[in-house]
């Protein structure tokens, strides 16, 4: 399995960047997915789960309201949607699969694939 992140950048505060990724798998909708993010000398943290399905996601309360996940299974490609982005979410964002689970466990230590990274970041 193999990941494919893209569509970081270089916004303003207040403006909205959409990432991308892309898997390699024949078994896409079968696992969940997941957004994380690493800001410099921070520890990773979640942003966003959804399940193999897309009915079932996961938002913590710093980016809920703001950011949404969606996928789109039949192109093996999981979305993250951000808006009114704010200085503090500056971060490599990572996707991630969780192989062995269908259902949104939001724990980065279930994650066995991971992208490479898109850099995000925010000015005030």
């Known amino acids: 399995v193999q990941l494919q992140a893209s569509g970081g950048g270089s916004v303003q505060a207040g403006g909205s960047l959409r990432l991308s990724c892309v898997v390699s798998?024949?078994?896409?909708?079968?696992?969940?997915m997941g957004w994380f993010r690493q800001a410099a000398g921070k520890d990773r943290e979640i942003v966003a789960a959804?399940?193999?399905?897309?009915?079932?996601?996961y938002l913590p309360s710093s980016v809920k309201g703001r950011f949404t996940i969606s996928r789109d299974n039949a192109k093996n490609t999981v979305y993250l949607q951000m808006n009114s982005l704010k200085p503090e979410d500056t971060a490599v964002y990572y996707c991630?699969?969780?192989?062995?689970?269908?259902?949104?466990?939001?724990?980065?230590?279930?994650?066995?694939?991971w992208g490479q990274g898109t850099q995000v970041t925010v000015s005030s």
């Open positions: 991630a699969a969780d192989h062995d689970s269908a259902y949104v466990r939001p724990n980065l230590h279930y994650y066995s694939h």
């Open positions: 959804i399940s193999g399905s897309g009915t079932s996601t």
């Open positions: 798998s024949s078994t896409f909708s079968r696992y969940a």
